[in-house]
């Protein structure tokens, strides 16, 4: 338990003790993180963020231009997403985006309607915007695709539902749910959709550019009535920097609060925060003006070379096999023969930072990740396989 | 409307086109911003933030030493608030905090009460808390110290009311609400019982060493559940840094998500973002380290005679008076005799950025606001007062 001084300590000591500290957490450039959904942010980046610390979003007429470079990274965002019209926020995260949709649908519903349609993939920020809006979670199960199996999603929709939601990258192994028969449902019942797009938004817009074949989940999909997609994942971005976008100003206007007395001038707030980081934003602005789509189509072309020397690699492993085939940067590793538990445990001991779901590892080959990091990580699953096998 | 280009621009090119544009906001710097609750962060946060951009507090495991740090903050703001063994996070702001309070409040309750007593000078991101968790906010009119009456406060809790919210710095005023009263309503009924002290949660304590009367409003008085206090007012930090602190871990647990995927290890969130910031922790540890209990005090010092120098100055122009005493480094301007409205909006032309209430101005006195500051400001005011009273 540490309690406040009474005298503070040169700032030089804190240094000190900070970096002492610091020493245990895991970096990205060890190449050890293999198992999460952020990643070292972009220098340049880095240096915007650090030169706009003091820009607060939430009093907008004092920060004009902030705002004005907020609306122009949603614009640029929205025509990422087939939408360059779309309204939104950069929000403090994915978790943020998607309980602003389900907010928004419930207060556009205006009834007694509080289920919410959802494939058992979905993120657990789904679970959490639903406990705080007083939401009913009602999870679909998945094809052999791992998507949402839209018959089942069919069957589960009904005078109770307020909103479906489909994921575009899940957090699990990047699959796609259908998107189209999503919102055909979605359409044929008047009830909104929302496409939680966190990961693939940052990438299944390149992945198209690169010649892959990507199913359509983003506003050219008509039901699709919002978007999460996040900077501080694939966009290089650092934390915080969420990405909400939504069709119409209505949809962002339903959870509208007002806030008279800001010394720039009344406004409305539509986030959940009210002061914010217009640092988040500006560095969102910067980056996408840098990078362009030429750069993100680099950085995600890389990252899905590297997936498949992954792949591969595990093909060449006896006693593991692949969950399913990757759509994006992300890989699932199970077996059949292993308990995959205890792989992960082994791999971990060994200071591999990989994530474990209930019957597979997951490995999510981010920008950080080096062809060197993947060679030494199939080394080391390998010898840990052999070592269980054996 | 700004579309994401094929091919992006160089950095230097970006970097001209946002310092020109950014030539539009108003800065701290300036001394014109005498309305925000915000300021310019201390320039060792700054440096703080920076090396800590990559940290994510969100998967604890992968950052064992942030997440530490986290606590030991906690710790720091607990000691300060009188409970070192409080629970929680530094969290993005305010707003968050008093979200996670209401949302505690909401769930520890297990039944329909879905009633909140607050006064009406309470922040309205107690509005959007309770339209976010589907509870209705009930407004306690204020005594004639523009704080929550207690007679009204007792008068509107019933069997429907689930919790009190008391504040601790009003967002107008910087009044503080009979927090003992209160906490004695919330133990008699057996109710959650929150204070707001975003902004007076780093005043009050300071000023209370320097030898004012203020009076208890923090985890010292029985009642109280939950403390809102922000490091990104008036505790030098940048934007997010906000704070919950729980008087005990079961009301923090009962908010819990569990996030059982995490490259660090499976864990449960108790706030509402997943994904968040570890350099603001951090750098909340840091500056709570460099400038100790003497340091902050000096700030509270300095900021507390600036106000004083623009109350002297306000009761020497004709026309405008004092809203009320000031109890922290809060002034509201007000006359009987000449349009409020009005009043601001010509200060608003000369280019200060003060806040306008329904029939009052506020300054806030920050620590980025200087002498010659308040005296170039109380000429304009003089100024403006004799243009529109003749």
Redesign the interface.
């Known amino acids: 338990?540490?309690?406040?001084?009474?005298?503070?300590?040169?700032?030089k000591a804190?240094?000190r003790?900070?970096e002492s500290?610091?020493?245990?957490?895991?970096?990205?450039s060890s190449g050890r993180?293999?198992?999460?959904?952020?990643t070292?942010?972009h220098e340049?980046a880095?240096?915007?963020?650090?030169?706009?610390?003091?820009?607060?979003l939430?009093?907008p007429?004092?920060?004009?231009?902030?705002t004005?470079?907020e609306q122009?990274a949603i614009?640029?965002?929205g025509?990422?997403l087939s939408h360059?019209?779309a309204y939104g926020h950069i929000v403090?995260?994915?978790?943020?985006a998607n309980?602003l949709a389900l907010?928004a649908a419930r207060?556009l519903a205006k009834n007694k309607r509080h289920e919410v349609v959802a494939p058992v993939s979905a993120h657990?920020?789904l679970?959490?915007a639903a406990?705080?809006?007083?939401l009913k979670l009602i999870k679909v199960k998945l094809n052999d695709r791992f998507q949402m199996d839209i018959k089942e999603a069919e069957k589960t929709v009904t005078e109770k539902t307020v909103a479906i939601v489909g994921v575009a990258g899940t957090?699990?192994l990047g699959a796609v749910d259908p998107i189209h028969e999503l919102s055909e449902i979605a359409l044929a019942h008047g009830l909104y959709f929302h496409v939680d797009a966190a990961f693939g938004g940052f990438v299944l817009p390149f992945l198209e550019e690169l010649g892959f074949n990507v199913p359509d989940f983003d506003f050219r999909v008509p039901g699709v009535c919002s978007v999460t997609v996040d900077p501080?994942k694939m966009g290089l971005a650092?934390?915080?920097a969420g990405g909400i976008l939504f069709r119409n100003e209505e949809m962002m206007r339903s959870?509208s609060?007002?806030?008279?007395?800001?010394?720039?001038?009344?406004t409305d707030?539509t986030t959940?925060?009210?002061?914010?980081?217009?640092?988040s934003a500006?560095t969102v602005?910067?980056l996408?003006?840098?990078?362009?789509?030429?750069?993100y189509r680099g950085v995600v072309g890389r990252c899905m070379r590297l997936t498949s020397k992954l792949v591969e690699g595990i093909r060449q492993i006896n006693g593991i096999s692949l969950k399913t085939i990757p759509t994006l940067n992300i890989v699932g590793i199970t077996s059949n023969e292993l308990d995959i538990e205890l792989v992960a445990g082994e791999l971990?001991r060994m200071g591999w930072?990989?994530?474990?779901?209930s019957s597979y590892i997951?490995v999510v080959v981010m920008p950080h990740v080096r062809l060197s990091h993947i060679e030494h990580f199939l080394e080391d699953l390998k010898g840990t396989v052999e070592k269980l096998g054996g």
């Open positions: 338990m540490v309690k406040l001084f009474e005298k503070g300590l040169p700032e804190v240094l003790k900070l500290k610091l020493k245990q957490d895991f970096t990205y993180i293999l198992g999460s959904m952020c070292r942010p340049f880095r240096y915007v963020h650090m030169k706009c610390l003091e820009k607060n939430g009093d007429g004092l920060f004009c231009a902030a004005q470079l122009e614009g640029m965002l025509s990422l360059p019209k403090s995260g994915g978790t943020e309980i907010w207060n657990c920020s679970d959490k406990n705080l809006l007083g957090t699990g501080h650092p934390i915080p959870i609060t007002s806030v008279p007395y800001l010394a720039g001038g009344g707030h959940i925060l009210g002061t914010r980081s217009g640092a500006i602005w910067g996408l003006m840098h990078l362009g789509r030429q750069g971990r930072a990989v994530s474990l779901f997951r």
